[in-house]
């Protein structure tokens, strides 16, 4: 929202087709490749929650 200018309103009220219009605007057209499982298990393991959910449900 902050990047593109738009109030909270117009970001929820946009359709797909206007936010892909907006990030390719921004981005100059390149395509970001999807994230895989791999990079999602790398990121936890290098950034590891303090807490777990489960350790916060028996508080």
Do not use: N, V
């Amino acid at each position: 929202m902050s990047i593109l200018r738009w109030s909270p309103e117009i970001f929820w009220r946009a359709t797909p087709r206007e936010l892909i219009a907006a990030w390719e605007g921004l981005s100059g057209g390149r395509m970001i490749e999807s994230a895989l499982s791999s990079d999602l298990e790398r990121l936890m393991e290098s950034f590891p929650d303090s807490e777990t959910i489960k350790d916060k449900e028996t508080d």
